[in-house]
C-alpha cells in the first residue's frame, strides 16, 4: 500500500521560513510527479506546487511563486516544499499528494495526513 | 475567490440522486478533458473519485458519475447513503500560469 508522511509543519512568524517533508513508501517514486496542496482553515483546496518525476520540472501557484521552493530527493523517496517569507495567508493544513498515473492531468489518487503550518506573531 | 465555482452545499435524502456542479472557463474545464472530483470526510485528506470527467479510479463505486457541458462540469451521485455526506471538490488542469486549478468545494449532506 503506498503511503505518503508530510512532516515540518509549525507555528512561524511572518516573514520566516518553514522545510516541509513528505516521506513516500512508494518502490516506483521517480516515476510520478508530485504535488503539493493546501487547505485553509474552513476553505477549499488549493494548488501549491508539482514537480516531475525527475526533479527536472516544477510549476507554481501564482500566490508562491518567488517564496516556495519544491524539490525531491529520489534516492530518499522523499520530498520537499522549501517556504520562505511566509504571510498570514500562508496559514493553511499542507498536503503531499501523488499524481495519478504519474501525471497532473489525471488528479492526485494518494495523499498524505496533512501538516499544520500556521504564520501569526 | 476560487477559480472554479462550485455550490456551497446541497443535500439529498437517502436513495436519491444529487448533482454538484463546477463552472469554470474555457482556459480550465471547457479546455480539455481533465476534470478530477475529490471527496473530503471532516479531517480527513481528499480522496480521487473521479478523473478525466468521467473515469473512476479502481475501487469507487458506479454510483458516483462525473460529465461535462462546456464550461461545466458535473458530478452525480446516485442512491444517496449517509455515508456520502462530505464535502466534494472539482479541479481542472488549466493552461494558465497556475496548472491547476481547484472550486471552493460543496458540503452534502444527506438528510
Known amino acids: 500500500e503506498v503511503q505518503l508522511l508530510e512532516s515540518g509543519g509549525d507555528l512561524v512568524q511572518p516573514g520566516g521560513s518553514l522545510r516541509l517533508s513528505c516521506a513516500a513508501s512508494i518502490s516506483t517514486f521517480n516515476t510520478y510527479a508530485m504535488t503539493w496542496v493546501r487547505q485553509a482553515p474552513g476553505k477549499g483546496l488549493e494548488f501549491v506546487s508539482v514537480?516531475?518525476?525527475?526533479?527536472?520540472?516544477?510549476h507554481y501557484a501564482d500566490s508562491v511563486k518567488g517564496r516556495f521552493t519544491i524539490s525531491r530527493d529520489n534516492s530518499k523517496n522523499t520530498l520537499y516544499l522549501q517556504m520562505n517569507n511566509l504571510r498570514a495567508e500562508d496559514t493553511a493544513v499542507y498536503y503531499c499528494?501523488?499524481?495519478?498515473?504519474?501525471?497532473?492531468?489525471?488528479?492526485?489518487?494518494?495523499w498524505g495526513q496533512g501538516t499544520t503550518v500556521t504564520v501569526s506573531s | 475567490q476560487s477559480a472554479l465555482t462550485q455550490p456551497a452545499s446541497v443535500s439529498g435524502s437517502p436513495g436519491q440522486s444529487i448533482t454538484i456542479s463546477c463552472a469554470g472557463t474555457?482556459?480550465?474545464?471547457?479546455?480539455?478533458?481533465?476534470v478530477s472530483w475529490y471527496q473530503q470526510h471532516p479531517g480527513k485528506a481528499p480522496k480521487l473519485m473521479i478523473y478525466?470527467?468521467?473515469n473512476r479510479p479502481s475501487g469507487v463505486s458506479d454510483r458516483f458519475s462525473g460529465s461535462k457541458s462546456g464550461n461545466t462540469a458535473s458530478l452525480t451521485i446516485s442512491g444517496l447513503q449517509a455515508e456520502d455526506e462530505a464535502d466534494y471538490h472539482c479541479s481542472s488542469y488549466t493552461s494558465s500560469s497556475t496548472p491547476v486549478v481547484f472550486g471552493g468545494g460543496t458540503r452534502l449532506t444527506v438528510l
Open positions: 514537480i516531475s518525476g525527475s526533479g527536472g520540472s516544477t
Open positions: 478525466n470527467v468521467n
Open positions: 474555457s482556459s480550465d474545464v471547457g479546455g480539455d478533458s481533465y
Open positions: 499528494a501523488k499524481t495519478f498515473l504519474g501525471s497532473i492531468f489525471w488528479g492526485m489518487d494518494v
